[in-house]
């Protein structure tokens, strides 16, 4: 049975059992990134649960999902008119403030996820923000701040919660005791760090025009913007001026 049977023909136990999971940390994550009264995608809206939440804290939602039978029922939850509609088909251009994919991505098949993600990008306007939650993967890795979010305290308008300071850490890099928390990264990971957002600018990567904005690095400009901040005195007054975190190494390092 594939996952679209699963849910036409299991849509009422699958209702009754996510309905009411309580979500609301995890909608605030997501909706502080977000201008007030944003456009939201729910990606694979299911039975419209987060849809609904978001219509009802004054968001403009339209919704999508692949099930017939979700469709309607969320249609019917949320009042709004669900789309009929697999991630694999998006084409929208520049629409949405946010996506939010709950436990929806897990269903691509492995060598369409890279097309899913560039359509999804391109659903987004400029600095608009996905949201994720799931696990792909067996091992997948979770996605952690460069710079710690405390450095908020000092300067709200840093992008500590764009796209260019977003980076794939191992599970138990922010978990377990030796985790780096607060703790600024060392200068090793600052230099690789900058090769990666260079290297996304330089190849003309979808994201390029975003990370130029939040960076305010240009081709070849190096060093400059967002970088700045490490070594400015509002982190050494906000995490302080001590050690640095670097993790161990394990595999091959691609920047």
């Known amino acids: 049975m594939g996952n679209v049977d699963y849910y036409n023909q299991n849509s009422e136990q699958f209702v009754q059992t996510t309905l009411n999971v309580n979500m609301e940390s995890l909608y605030q994550a997501f909706l502080v990134l977000l201008p007030n009264g944003g456009h939201i995608l729910d990606l694979g809206c299911g039975s419209g649960r987060d849809t609904l939440?978001?219509?009802?804290?004054?968001?403009q939602v339209e919704a999508l999902d692949y099930s017939k039978a979700l469709v309607e029922k969320a249609t019917a939850l949320t009042g709004i008119p669900v789309r009929y509609q697999s991630f694999y088909d998006l084409n929208d251009h520049g629409i949405y403030d946010g996506i939010w994919a709950c436990a929806s991505l897990l269903h691509c098949e492995r060598d369409r996820l890279t097309d899913v993600m560039q359509s999804i990008l391109n659903a987004l306007k400029v600095n608009g923000i996905l949201i994720t939650?799931?696990?792909l993967f067996d091992h997948s890795a979770d996605v952690d701040h460069f710079f710690p979010h405390k450095l908020r305290e000092c300067d709200i308008q840093k992008p500590i919660n764009g796209v260019a300071n977003l980076v794939l850490a191992c599970p138990a890099c922010n978990r377990e005791?030796?985790?780096?928390?607060?703790?600024?990264?060392?200068?090793?990971?600052?230099k690789r760090f900058h090769i990666r957002n260079e290297y996304l600018i330089?190849?003309?990567h979808p994201l390029r025009e975003t990370l130029i904005a939040q960076t305010g690095l240009t081709e070849?400009?190096?060093?400059?913007?967002?970088y700045k901040m490490y070594i400015n005195n509002c982190?050494?007054?906000i995490v302080g001026g001590g050690e640095k975190w670097e993790p161990g190494m394990n595999g091959t390092s691609l920047f």
């Open 53 to 59: 939440a978001f219509k009802n804290k004054g968001y």
């Open 133 to 135: 939650i799931e696990q």
């Open 177 to 190: 005791q030796q985790g780096r928390f607060d703790r600024l990264p060392s200068v090793n990971l600052l």
């Open 202 to 204: 330089t190849n003309h």
């Open 220 to 226: 070849p400009a190096a060093g400059r913007g967002f």
């Open 235 to 237: 982190a050494t007054l």
